[in-house]
């Protein structure tokens, strides 16, 4: 009786675990994609040592099938590999996590001397005080190697003491990845194929340096007016961050060895060490994030945003359950998470949310109009801007500032992103990628307001040789 009733309140409180057919998952990926335009995208779904479905679905952005055979960027999932990187290097003893990154890495300089106390457990945990308030890393030029990415660190500042905040930022694990390379004597991409791709048969999976690298796989999109464009990617440096390259095949056996405890390539105790957070943030691990599902499953988790694609991987060690979802259409839409989170859905025995996409569909139609309405003013301010000048006596210029303010905004809206964002940063390009309907808006308006400017004051100009 006992036994009975200790199960059935289990049953109340403990989501139930199906295993997902590849055709319901098929279906729901491709009703996904119907709903959105996604072009294309790559899944793989593990249980313990066994590979329930790896597929992909739609196209690249050069027009060739995904499968799951078809290299696409995890952007900053890529930590995780990172993380673990460094992890066999302290279990072979070759360094010790909370001793100074600059004891094995001497080129680690920073203008704040705060920053010698910075440890290799503080770049994993992101508790560095390194972040995009002090170190615009997104917006700076990019450089071309790890080495570059930490040289460029010496006029850099500390947002916080080191191991007192948690502040997410790219460059504690390009540091962290450059600290590898030095460390093992060997660039960072040979490291990764030795140590980790080759054991695990991940024999389609790389890691870049930079966006020139990026094959036309994978390549990705931008929604525009509910479109898909096809657009190469920012210029950007992400090797360590989120440089890694994979497939569907191979994130499943990556998905199989971290659920079985990295059998061969790390100790349980280190495992365990990985998967513990930090004191600043409960929620961030060494790569990794620690949460739960919407019904309240434990799981590891990391996400990775490119602007032109992105990617999820999501373990769940209770069940022995692994997901990862490679999109190719870029951070503003989170696909790779959505569907994540439908595929989660699936397993937990619900029904996954259906998209929606008219909110963003509606935006985009928004700012199109206005873009229309300003170029029709800029026409009408521009054909009567010798009326305008007729009717002003002396040059009155205070009544052209208004016409001004779009260029002042198109001048200062990175700085202002970075207000609203909390910090983080971005380069004016970028931004273009995020809000395509609002930048193209907001750079017809300024080009729109100096061209009316530049009319009335040629018509007053002409109005006064008179």
């Avoid at 340096?209 to 920012?234: K, S």
């Avoid at 349980?268 to 513990?276: F, G, K, L």
């Avoid at 500032?401 to 909390?422: G, K, M, N, S």
Wanted: charged share 15%; proline share 6%.
């Amino acid at each position: 009786m006992l036994r009975t009733a200790l199960a059935a309140i289990c049953l109340t409180v403990v989501p139930s675990i199906l295993t997902p057919a590849p055709a319901s998952v098929d279906a729901y990926v491709e009703r996904y994609r119907a709903a959105t335009g996604l072009p294309g995208v790559a899944v793989a779904i593990t249980k313990g040592g066994s590979v329930i479905h790896a597929a992909g679905y739609g196209k690249t952005a050069t027009g060739e099938p995904v499968t799951a055979d078809t290299p696409m960027a995890v952007a900053s999932v890529s930590k995780s590999f990172t993380a673990l990187a460094v992890m066999q290097l302290a279990e072979k003893g070759e360094l010790a996590l909370d001793q100074p990154v600059r004891r094995y890495l001497p080129e680690f300089t920073m203008a704040d001397p705060r920053a010698a106390k910075i440890t290799v457990r503080q770049l994993l945990d992101q508790t560095s005080g390194m972040a995009d308030s002090a170190f615009r890393e997104k917006s700076l030029p990019q450089p071309d190697t790890l080495q570059g990415a930490v040289a460029r660190l010496r006029t850099a500042g500390l947002a916080a003491e080191p191991g007192t905040a948690f502040s997410y930022h790219n460059t504690n694990y390009q540091v962290a990845a450059r600290l590898v390379e030095v460390v093992s004597g060997r660039p960072f991409a040979a490291y990764l194929a030795a140590h980790v791709f080759e054991p695990l048969g991940m024999r389609h999976s790389t890691t870049l340096n930079t966006d020139r690298d990026l094959p036309g796989t994978a390549r990705g999109h931008l929604y525009v007016l509910g479109q898909a464009l096809a657009l190469p990617e920012p210029t950007g440096f992400g090797n360590g961050s989120g440089g890694v390259l994979s497939t569907a095949g191979d994130m499943a056996r990556w998905l199989i060895a971290q659920n079985s405890g990295l059998p061969g390539l790390l100790s349980p105790r280190a495992v365990r060490e990985m998967r513990t957070p930090s004191k600043p943030n409960k929620e961030y691990a060494l790569g990794w994030y620690v949460g739960r599902t919407e019904r309240g499953t434990p799981v590891l988790e990391h996400g990775g945003d490119l602007f032109t694609s992105t990617a999820h991987q999501v373990l769940m060690p209770d069940s022995g359950y692994g997901i990862a979802v490679m999109a190719n259409t870029g951070m503003a839409f989170s696909d790779a998470h959505a569907l994540m989170t439908g595929i989660i859905a699936i397993i937990e025995g619900g029904t996954p949310r259906p998209p929606s996409t008219q909110s963003l569909v509606l935006t985009d139609a928004l700012f199109a109009l206005l873009t229309l309405v300003t170029v029709g003013l800029a026409a009408r301010g521009t054909v009567r801007a010798r009326r305008w000048a007729a009717r002003r006596r002396g040059w009155q210029l205070w009544r052209l500032a208004p016409y001004l303010v779009p260029i002042a905004l198109c001048a200062t809206i990175a700085p202002i992103h970075r207000v609203l964002a909390r910090g983080r940063d971005a380069a004016w390009i970028q931004l273009a990628y995020l809000y395509p309907t609002f930048m193209i808006w907001l750079v017809t308006a300024a080009a729109a307001g100096l061209t009316v400017v530049a009319a009335r004051l040629w018509g007053t100009a002409r109005l006064r040789r008179r």
